[in-house]
């Protein structure tokens, strides 16, 4: 299962690597967090696209290929019509990150994209990588999900590495589930553990994220 919601509290994220992917967070001012850029490629059950744009208050943006997964999304995961600060854009999320027209406009940049097999990654090269660097503010984080069956995450790790840097590059342990969530810098960040702590923290402290637990189990791949 890699996409759930709690009838009661449709804006909660379920599973821990969908939380994960939240991790970018950790790498800017949480009160700037408001007035910043969100985008998905791959809309998936819609629970990133609804934290970013409806707890965090994001300009947000979801790249979906598939109609009838924004359809589900709207009949049985209570996800909003189009509104001033979301929107839903039908498309090919390699085209989209080719695009010079989202080029240094994306804060937050959150990859999620399997076909219904979910057995790898359906973009995975470097190119399209550097593609998603050239999507992202100075400030801007990527965060992906790596996850399946045929999947080889060094090897991935290794195409992020090459568009981004390795200095840019930090990884989580895998969860229980086996999802890998890898996050990318446009600008390399060197961080104490203290202070992703007090990072952490501060998150944490804003929005119902487990901000604290991240620390342990993250960590820069340099």
Avoid at 35 to 57: E, I, V
Avoid at 60 to 77: D, G, H, K, M, S
Avoid at 203 to 219: M, S
Wanted: net charge neutral; hydrophobic share 45%.
């Amino acid at each position: 299962v890699q996409g759930s919601m709690y009838l009661n509290d449709p804006l909660r994220l379920v599973h821990e690597y969908i939380q994960r992917m939240m991790a970018w967070a950790l790498f800017m001012d949480p009160t700037s967090i408001p007035r910043r850029r969100a985008m998905q490629l791959g809309l998936g059950a819609g629970s990133l696209t609804k934290f970013c744009s409806q707890t965090m208050g994001m300009q947000t943006t979801a790249i979906e290929l598939n109609p009838q997964v924004i359809a589900a999304c709207r009949l049985w995961f209570k996800f909003p019509a189009d509104n001033a600060r979301l929107s839903v854009v039908l498309g090919d999320a390699e085209e989209v990150a080719r695009h010079s027209h989202w080029q240094g406009l994306i804060d937050a940049l959150q990859v999620d994209l399997y076909d219904h097999e979910a057995a790898a990654p359906v973009l995975d090269s470097e190119a399209f990588y550097a593609d998603c660097r050239r999507l992202l503010t100075d400030e801007g984080c990527m965060s992906v999900n790596l996850f399946g069956r045929s999947s080889q995450f060094d090897q991935s790790l290794a195409k992020i590495v090459a568009a981004f840097g390795e200095d840019s590059v930090w990884s989580f342990k895998p969860t229980r589930e086996g999802n890998t969530v890898v996050l990318a810098l446009r600008t390399p960040v060197k961080l104490k553990r203290h202070e992703l702590l007090a990072r952490a923290e501060a998150v944490q402290a804003r929005w119902p994220l487990p901000a604290t637990r991240w620390v342990r189990v993250f960590k820069p791949v340099a």
